[in-house]
């Protein structure tokens, strides 16, 4: 997802969940479903596309990806899609891989 659509989807998901806090006890079961989704599909999902093989502050495995989530969502999860965006795209650089410059 390109960072700008990420930041965007983090925000949404943000105030979404602060809205529905302030209605009640709807937001809150609502918005920790969000959290913990998002947790555990990213935890997933770092395996099936090898983030630890990429140059990135992110680049971890399941477990400390997860353990990032759950303590700094609103920094880790647009990150997180950032770095999936870059990965799927094949514009993020290996960590064995040497920088191509333009001679």
Known sequence: MKP???????????????FGLRIG??????????ALGTEIWAAIDSTKIQIKRYKSGISYGPVVIFICFVGLWIV???WYLIMRYKIKTGTAILKDEVPKVAA
């Open 76 to 78: 880790a999860f647009p």
């Open 4 to 18: 700008v659509y990420a930041i965007l989807l983090t925000a949404l998901l943000t105030v979404s969940f602060f």
């Open 25 to 34: 006890g709807v937001g809150v079961s609502f918005g920790w479903f969000i």
